[in-house]
């Protein structure tokens, strides 16, 4: 039986902050969705012991599957490779700090519920229950949002919380068009949603800043505006015209545009169209 749910969580060097989180998760999805979900982690290529930690998880947790990069290639690649791979009927792919509760998925899925067709996290709402940041990081926060909006038009006030979820079908073909393999995979994501006339919720969410975190901001600050402008290229460049959403429609789009992605190996021996090794690359 297919699982009503999917999580992707995309992981590198995580093995401080991630079990903790699963354990939550566990205990939230057992209440809602009984065995009828699975938690896909994508080991994005961990050197400090997450692979080992994951796989004594697994063992007593069937719901619970890991897809393996032996390299580092990425967030956008290894949200990519676990939103193909996914098989629930809607999908939510989240950050591995747990910054956001999972409680705070029952707010996506009551947006998808009421008719959007992808619901986001934000922080940056008016009406976001609480966050909990580092005021630089705040202010990094808004000033990205906001160039973002100048750039591509989105209206959004926060792309890059690691809090989305879709419907599968959706979601797949829209992974299937995006190419970012770094941080602005959200970015890239929530353009092809805007142009092929998505419907966007953005949902308020209890967010707090956990310790340890990948990003630097003046090192990647610096990649995400260099990547900013490589994306408003590829769009410049990019006619994507699409006036109904219905699955024909959006079948038409993707297949018409990019093959499906390829990546690492995955556990627990479900079959996948992830067979190409990925490239050994830092693009976290």
Not at 9 to 32: C, D, Q, T, W
Not at 246 to 258: E, I, K, R, W
Not at 271 to 283: F, G, I, K, T, W
Request: hydrophobic share 40%.
């Amino acid at each position: 039986m297919s699982p009503r749910f999917s999580l992707v969580m995309p992981a590198y060097n995580e093995v401080a902050r991630l079990p903790p989180y699963l354990a939550s998760i566990r205990e939230h999805f057992g209440k809602m969705f009984g065995d009828c979900y699975e938690v896909i982690v994508v080991d994005d290529g961990s050197r400090d012991g997450l692979a080992d930690a994951l796989r004594r998880l697994a063992a007593d947790w069937p719901q619970l599957s890991v897809l393996t990069f032996p390299c580092n290639r990425g967030k956008g690649a290894a949200v990519r490779a676990g939103v193909l791979a996914a098989r629930g009927e809607l999908i939510l792919f989240a950050d591995a700090d747990g910054a956001t509760p999972i409680a705070e998925e029952r707010s996506l899925r009551q947006a998808l519920e009421q008719g959007c067709d992808l619901a986001i996290g934000s922080r940056l709402c008016s009406a976001a229950t609480r966050v909990e940041r580092l005021r630089h990081r705040s202010l990094c926060g808004r000033l990205f949002a906001w160039s973002v909006r100048q750039l591509f038009g989105l209206s959004l006030r926060d792309t890059q919380c690691g809090f989305k979820m879709f419907r599968r079908e959706q979601g797949q073909i829209l992974l299937r068009l995006c190419r970012e393999p770094g941080y602005l995979i959200d970015v890239e994501l929530l353009v092809y949603a805007h142009r092929l006339g998505l419907r966007i919720a953005e949902v308020p969410v209890f967010w707090r800043d956990v310790p340890g975190s990948q990003v630097r901001l003046l090192r990647d600050g610096l990649k995400m505006l260099r990547g900013f402008w490589r994306l408003r290229r590829s769009f410049h460049e990019l006619d994507l015209t699409c006036h109904e959403i219905n699955p024909l429609s959006f079948a038409d789009v993707a297949l018409a545009t990019v093959p499906s992605a390829s990546g690492g190996s995955r556990s627990r021996g479900r079959p996948s169209d992830l067979s190409a090794r990925p490239q050994c690359s830092q693009q976290r």
